[in-house]
């Protein structure tokens, strides 16, 4: 089982930049894959990292401008967030899924941080 904690949220201008974290708690993080989704209010998940961190996917909406990343000697996920935009603005949750790549059956999830992203 794991405990997963955001943080890193904020209020910052367009075109700014943001690191989210994602602080796992349990054990094997490193058996799982871990994602990035947002809520605002419809759902979206916006990258993805397979459990080795050797493969990653992102929503069209972001590419080019997030990237994620994990530290498994940490047990933690991060979100680098640059050249953000208002429509960036939601929830932000990480989440892991015990297939260990990119299925879209998450097992555990986090409280969320709010992202704002002003004009």
């Known amino acids: 089982q794991l405990h997963l904690v955001e943080s890193g949220g904020g209020l910052v201008q367009a075109g700014g930049s943001l690191r989210l974290s994602c602080a796992a708690s349990?054990?094997?993080?490193?058996?799982?894959?871990m994602a990035w989704f947002r809520r605002s209010p419809g759902e979206e998940r916006v990258a993805a990292i397979t459990r080795s961190g050797d493969s990653t996917r992102y929503a069209d909406s972001v590419t080019g401008r997030f990237t994620i990343s994990r530290d498994n000697a940490k047990n933690t996920l991060y979100l680098q967030m640059n050249s953000l935009k208002p429509e960036d603005t939601a929830v932000y949750y990480c989440a892991a899924t015990a297939d260990g790549g990119f299925a879209y059956k998450y097992d555990y999830w986090g409280q969320g941080t709010h992202v704002a992203v002003s004009s």
């Open positions: 349990g054990r094997f993080f490193d058996t799982y894959g």
